[in-house]
């Protein structure tokens, strides 16, 4: 994943030291041939590039940091460019783009063993270098990821299917930013697809924002939900999304007690936005 960008570098690197994912240092990065376990660095003061291995970069922009007297800082970025939600990568391509961003996670984590903090109130099961990962994206800790602080990850230079991963994420709330639960739940079968549950799978393989798409809901299993509603209709499901006869009703919630449901409100106030 070569000119990859490492987000805990991009999230506390000084202003000085550049963990290259634009269009801008792309060439810089070619010229020095990172290999695609490295990251690539450019020094600005010298314009020097360096590859290195994860752990080896932190090291050094850490102690770079330290004898410049950098703080931590986000970085500036360009002003964003409208969403046109047009669709350009396979499924196929997104998950493995979900997967090997789940790698790099693993790789981070590791080489910052020790460094974990609480995540904020959330109730998908979350594994802790995913988890560790939304933290160190969390620039203001509210517990939401918006777009100014996802962009340097969504322009990695020579991943063009990091931005659209990473928006269809935003499928719960779908108000453009990434909620702890929505990250977990996105990158949660990323690397084991052969274990994806049904309704996991029928909900990330849409783009949440097309006007008019179905979003199923789901339990934390993955599995799908008793209530489904969609477009004026509801209707009752097995696990696996199979609808039951006569279930299907008009502009009303479904009576799916009968297949062991318990609606909470918040249940119920998703489906009636649905109806």
Not at 1 to 9: E, Q, S, T
Not at 44 to 50: A, S
Not at 76 to 82: I, V, Y
Request: proline residues 5%; charged residues 30%.
């Amino acid at each position: 994943m070569k000119i990859f960008l490492l987000a805990v570098l991009v999230c506390h690197v000084a202003a000085t030291v550049v963990v290259v994912p634009g269009d801008d240092d792309v060439e810089w990065c070619a010229q020095a041939e990172c290999s695609e376990s490295q990251m690539c660095i450019m020094i600005q003061e010298t314009q020097e590039v360096q590859c290195m291995g994860p752990k080896e970069a932190i090291e050094f922009v850490k102690a770079h940091n330290k004898q410049h007297g950098h703080g931590p800082r986000t970085p500036s970025t360009p002003a964003q460019k409208p969403k046109t939600h047009e669709n350009h990568c396979t499924r196929s391509e997104l998950m493995r783009m979900g997967g090997r961003l789940v790698k790099w996670f693993k790789d981070v984590h590791s080489a910052n063993a020790g460094s974990d903090r609480s995540l904020k109130l959330h109730s998908v099961p979350c594994r802790a270098e995913i988890g560790w990962m939304f933290n160190q994206w969390d620039g203001d800790m509210d517990g939401k990821l918006s777009k100014t602080e996802l962009r340097p990850l969504e322009r990695g230079g020579n991943e063009p299917c990091v931005e659209e991963f990473i928006d269809m994420c935003d499928d719960m709330d779908v108000d453009g930013s990434i909620s702890i639960d929505e990250w977990c739940d996105c990158f949660s079968f990323s690397d084991d697809l052969r274990h994806e549950p049904p309704c996991h799978k029928a909900k990330h393989g849409v783009d949440p924002h097309n006007v008019g798409v179905f979003l199923p809901r789901c339990d934390l299993e993955g599995f799908y939900k008793p209530e489904q509603c969609h477009d004026g209709h509801c209707w009752c499901v097995d696990r696996y999304g199979r609808e039951f006869d006569q279930s299907r009703i008009q502009n009303t919630l479904p009576d799916c007690g009968q297949y062991a449901s318990d609606l909470t409100e918040e249940d119920v106030a998703y489906l009636k936005a649905r109806i």
